[in-house]
RNA sequence: GGGGGAGUGUCGGAACUGGUAUACGAAGCGGACUUAAAAUCCGCUGCCCGAAAGGGAUUGAGGGUUCGAAUCCCUCCUCCCCCA
């Protein structure tokens, strides 16, 4: 007997596998199913692997189950580690990157995935990021893209640009330089004017709750009114707040140090102020200690008439709001902790249910809703419940007006980066900000550049910054700023499916066919960005007439993390397992199944090397069975008992990992077909080769073919087993079949009757009371009895 | 600080809609094969009492609803993730 050698099957298929074409069979439906695309960082880890194993898992089990399935992978080939190598070793980037996608596309082959090559995009090639500068071209013709200053992480001793990642503690990864922020004039995409949209439409997406609530809480939207506060002197300024339950509380007003009204009123405070911005700029959200400078011109509460102090803060954001808030220091934690440390009034404007607040003896502030006070007709009121009637009341005195506010910020998409796609578009003198014409598209990133670690290598390259203003001809200055790599994910899934297209991204009709996509397979960690940008981005091709979908994933599942020794894989902890080692020692097949085995995917998944052992073994085991089953051996006839047990757990097999698969449950499945493994071993051990042991064999190999494609194809091509089609069950065998019916006296279990599932509750209690085991435990009178037919019969007893 | 998720044997994890808690795998123990080991195969294996038959307690802690709770409700504890 041929002995199991992964290692010889897995070179013998993975071509085959990595071959496959889509292939539309119009009688069968279409299935888009996609994962999210890696960034070529070196080798495949852990994270990849469960990610496209779920994938081609499901994928496999579609096919057998009649679906035309579109699965295409590509790369997401623009960003920093790239340039980031050729500053530290001098490769090029082009080059270090290529080398990169070629090792994990071989990894992605060795492990059978079975993708459309064919279709494959890598973000960094022209064919691809000519249409980022054609979206960029459109969204500028709409009005979707502008420029305006943003505050940016500067490294003054790498003369960069930093990500916020790359900043740690207030410092530069790279060289520990105290890091600057400074103010630039970049690129942005209005997503905030798809705010409301992005938001209604969460609804309708068949996604995880805690990534919708993610993206909710993420564009932020509050309902609240906009207030006049008129100041003392002449003028207003105009706080937002969504509490106006509490403005009868408000005893002073903080500003930003960058609120315009400070040119009028402050002129005789500029110096304390800027003392304050710097503080502001150097200080991240989180140990800013709350500074104001008090001004000397007061503003008057609207509703009480009172004259209030404005302090300039640092802790209120111009680009939030109005850039100025009212201040309510019994009810708001930072307001109370501020009124604190510069001694000002506490006003109680809403008591906890039955209890009335001293402002004095307040320890906290009082957050909660509660019964309104000291606010004139709206005393006595739930504050909460008042929230609305104030809005009306204030809006009819003129005094403020209801307004929508979103945390949800415009996305900045420039980076002052080389690897990156270059904004295509021209400075000229006389004409301003020129975009390229379409028909000179691709603005071309140019190779021969020196990364020196200090600024933007796209700044010195003289041949690409100079160029001639497309509209009069006379010398101009290209945009160096490339975008960010958020771009070209947020299309991606588009161009696979017309990947070849020179003349558009995608040519409407077949997107509109296939779009969108049925299931998302990714991390968790892009809950926020890439797919709230890739919505946006949906959105707006939607509105261009391009796709008829508004929204790009119908279905969406989050893997979790692979974690060892009960911590994240990370160089650092030293507790990586290489995806190479795993290939190389146990093979595709069984990596496959451990994954999929050890853990249900939205789970984090513990990494065992005893446990891919375990799967070694039972391939081994499946490998010798089927093998055996048709082998020249010879067996006895299955006793009609043993036999309708086989065939009742083929069909409860079948269903179980029909229905588990259905659902994302790969490890129950696995372990029903181990145990029909188990049990058919069983019998083979008694029988030999009896006659029913070759269909049964067949059936193991069609169930085990989506998790372990190598073995199950090696041995479906040595006995002629079908693998195109998955196997089907008797649903009557399963209905008919005897359940084993639990006996209870008081909720306890004291035995068990075969019955069926037809058996009345008399003649089962009939026969439980005959069983002395059971019989012993009535000691009283029975006082009711439960049935649940084929599951529970609980016998109630009065003592 | 806000939001979310999870606590079940020695470990990874099962348990349908409230209905046999611990499927499947790992580890452990015993046996077969072997000169020996590995591999393989067979058997046992959550805890307590018991020689056994059998019985009792048990799903982070405590309480509640129910004939019946890992599952539903309340209070609390621990861990993880995301956002700030």
């Known amino acids: 007997m041929k002995e199991y050698n992964f290692k010889e099957i897995e070179k013998k298929w993975k071509d085959f596998f ?31 692997m469960r990610n496209y194993t779920i994938g081609d898992t499901y994928k496999r089990f579609l096919e057998m189950n009649g679906y035309n399935v579109i699965y295409p992978m590509g790369y997401d080939a623009f960003g920093l580690p790239a340039e980031n190598a ?240 009212m201040c309510v220091p019994a009810h708001d934690k930072r307001d109370f902790a501020f009124a604190k440390k510069y001694n000002l009034p506490v006003r109680v404007v809403i008591n906890p249910p039955g209890e009335n607040l001293n402002p004095e003896k307040m320890q906290e502030a009082y957050v909660e809703e509660g019964i309104i006070v000291n606010s004139g007709k709206f005393n006595g009121k739930n504050s909460k419940e008042a929230i609305s009637e104030i809005i009306d009341f204030l809006e009819e005195k003129k005094l403020g007006r209801r307004e929508i506010q979103w945390k949800l910020r415009d996305w900045l998409i420039s980076r002052q980066r080389y690897w990156g796609t270059p904004i295509p578009v021209v400075y000229c003198e006389k004409c301003g900000i020129v975009p390229v014409p379409e028909n000179e598209l691709p603005v071309k990133l140019p190779q021969n550049v020196r990364f020196t670690g200090s600024g933007n290598p796209l700044e010195k390259c003289q041949e690409f910054v100079n160029t001639k203003c497309p509209k009069c001809s006379s010398p101009a200055k290209r945009e160096t700023d490339t975008l960010d790599t958020f771009f070209d994910s947020s299309w991606y899934f588009l161009r696979y499916l017309d990947s070849k297209n020179e003349n558009l991204p995608f040519d409407p009709k077949i997107a509109n066919k296939y779009m969108p996509v049925d299931q998302y397979i990714g991390g968790i960690e892009h809950a926020t960005m890439h797919l709230i940008y890739a919505r946006f981005f949906t959105k707006v091709l939607r509105d261009l007439g391009l796709l008829k979908t508004g929204e790009p994933f119908k279905k969406l599942l989050c893997q979790g993390m692979v974690i060892k020794d009960g911590a994240k894989m990370s160089k650092s902890k030293g507790n990586v397992v290489s995806v190479d080692d795993i290939l190389e020692n146990y093979g595709a097949d069984a990596g496959r199944l451990f994954i999929l085995f050890a853990s249900p995917p939205e789970r984090d998944l513990e990494w065992s090397d005893e446990g891919i052992k375990g799967c070694v073994r039972f391939l081994n085991r499946f490998w010798q069975l089927v093998q055996f089953a048709f082998s020249d051996e010879k067996g006895e006839k299955l006793p009609q008992k043993e036999k309708d047990l086989l065939k009742l757990n083929l069909s409860r097999t079948i269903k179980k990992v029909k229905d588990d698969l259905k659902n994302f449950q790969f490890n129950t499945a696995i372990a029903a077909i181990q145990e029909l493994l188990n049990f058919v071993q069983k019998l083979k051990n008694l029988y030999s080769n009896f006659e029913e042991l070759k269909e049964t064999s067949k059936i193991l190999v069609q169930l085990l073919h989506p998790f372990a494609p190598f073995i199950t194809m090696e041995l479906a091509q040595s006995f002629e087993i079908p693998l195109n089609k998955f196997p089907e069950y008797d649903e009557k065998i399963i209905k008919s079949s005897q359940k084993e019916v639990v006996i209870q006296v008081n909720g306890k279990l004291r035995g068990k009757i075969f019955a069926n599932e037809s058996e009345s509750k008399d003649d089962l209690l009939k026969k439980a009371l005959e069983k002395e085991k059971i019989k012993k435990f009535i000691t009283g009178e029975i006082v009711k009895t439960v049935y649940i037919p084929g599951k529970i019969l609980n016998i109630v007893v009065k003592y």
């Open 18 to 48: 990595a071959s496959q074409k889509f292939v539309e069979n119009p009688s069968k439906k279409n299935f888009y199913l996609l994962e999210m695309f890696p960034y070529p960082s070196g080798a495949l880890h852990m994270g990849h």
């Open 86 to 325: 050729a500053i530290k070793s001098g490769v090029d980037p082009r080059k270090w990157t290529f080398s990169n996608i070629e090792k994990m596309m071989s990894q992605q082959k060795q492990m059978g995935l079975s993708y459309q090559w064919d279709r494959v995009i890598i973000t960094c090639e022209e064919n691809y990021y000519r249409w980022n500068q054609w979206f960029f071209l459109k969204f500028l013709e709409k009005g979707l893209a502008y420029r305006k200053k943003a505050p940016i992480n500067w490294c003054p001793s790498c003369k960069t640009v930093l990500a916020n990642e790359q900043v740690h503690n207030g410092k530069c990864w790279r060289c520990e330089a105290e890091v600057e922020i400074k103010s630039l004039e970049q690129w942005f995409l209005k997503i905030t004017s798809y705010a409301e949209e992005l938001l209604n439409d969460i609804e309708t997406l068949d996604w995880p709750e805690r990534v919708k609530l993610q993206q909710k809480n993420w564009l932020g939207k509050s309902e609240g009114v906009r207030i006049k506060f008129p100041l003392e002197t002449e003028g207003f300024v105009e706080v937002f707040t969504t509490r106006p339950d509490t403005l009868w509380g408000a005893t002073f007003m903080a500003i930003s140090c960058n609120h315009p009204v400070l040119e009028k009123i402050a002129e005789n405070q500029k110096e304390e102020i800027e003392n304050l911005k710097k503080i502001a700029l150097t200080q991240s959200e989180e140990e800013k200690e709350k500074h104001g400078v008090k001004l000397s011109v007061k503003a008057i509460n609207p509703v009480t008439g009172e004259k209030i102090p404005i302090f300039a803060a640092n802790f209120v954001l111009m680009e939030y709001g109005t850039g100025a808030i």
